[in-house]
């Protein structure tokens, strides 16, 4: 009852009063960004032992994490008046992480030790990721049969909102905590991925020549993600987490068949859209998942009617309304069909359109752009200057 009640003390905070978000936009001139927005890229060797394989990541990262949980800290009491949950979260969670498989339980304590947060802070740090991540994924296809992918993530709504900056809190103290990951087995890179320092799972990843990921949350279905974390912690464990999943198959899938299989079909704690993207032409999909074994819908890339070069994905399912006050889909789609294939299915053209206001808001942390045929995952920190949507 522990999580339930801190991650309900978090959506409970109260929306501060923000302006209309502004008109709906089109850019074409946000690529190339900044050359020092690009994110990072450190190496992790799974064939080291679990405890110190994120060394790269983390060590050099430590107090920037120690500042986000600081933060965390800080909003909790100003939510409650009091240190005393938090301080219960550092005790009651390290029983949460010991539950977890291998090598994710070792790669933890590793984490824990190499920033100097307790395990308890550090496995908190990598749940809350899996249960509020909102996202805009976007697949497309040029005219030539090559694949590109590409994501906007976004992070923080309802953890605070900084006046004098105009910003969420705590999406500016994820953006110095960005890092792409190579990961490496046997002197061979197995898959890429991007990552907040601190977070062992995979939100967005690249396995070469076969397939890209990213995982966008299931807004409808928030109240099923804590009962999966309270199903946990109560000994039902029959279900994955999202990280753990994700990472099983960028790890282990040879193929994009073999991914779309695993990722359709395996039980979850939480509720999440998976947007994956192939090698081959038209293959694409949007696994649209309950937390039940067996998915609600893939939404494949053939059969997108009169747009099957791309798929575009929010937090809504594809076949319903988005909320009116979050339709970041209809100006995404928009800006997609006035581009064209033969401009927006490019590095420069999504970026473009994930630069497109309310495509890009306040909450959005970084864009990853990705090609599986040549193996490139590149990202960028994102921030949205004013005028700019507040989500």
Known sequence: LLVLSLFCLSLAAPRLAQPPPPTAQCVADAYPPPPDTLVPTARVNLDEPPATRWRQVVAPRAA?????????????????????????????????SQTLPEPFRSELAGVSALSNLSLGEVTLFNVFYELFPLCTSILAEDSSGR????????????LGWNVTNSSWIIADYLRPLLINVEF???????????????????????????????????????????????????????QYWLGVATRAV???????????????????????YFILGGAKHLEGCVITRDRAAGAADIWERAAAGNHSWYLLQTNYDHWKSPNPIDNRRGPGNACMAKKGQDEAASFSGLFNVLSSIPVLNKLTVYTALMRVDDATLVAYRRQCPDPCAPW
């Open 147 to 158: 694949l590109f992918h590409a994501r906007n993530m976004d992070f923080g709504l309802f």
């Open 184 to 238: 490496y087995r046997g002197g061979r890179l197995v898959f890429l991925s991007s990552h907040y320092a601190g977070y062992i799972g995979v939100l967005t990843g690249l396995r070469p020549h076969q397939f890209s990921l990213s995982v966008n949350s299931r807004v409808s279905a928030k109240t099923q993600s804590l009962a999966g974390v309270v199903e946990w912690l109560l000994g039902i464990r029959d």
């Open 64 to 96: 920037g994490m120690r500042a986000l949980l600081g933060q965390f800290r800080q909003f909790l009491f100003n939510l409650t008046g009091s240190d005393s949950l938090m301080n219960i979260v550092d005790k009651e969670m390290v029983p949460l």
């Open 250 to 272: 960028l790890e282990n899938a040879t193929d994009y068949g073999q991914a779309k299989q695993r990722l359709a079909n395996w039980k979850l704690i939480a509720p999440v």
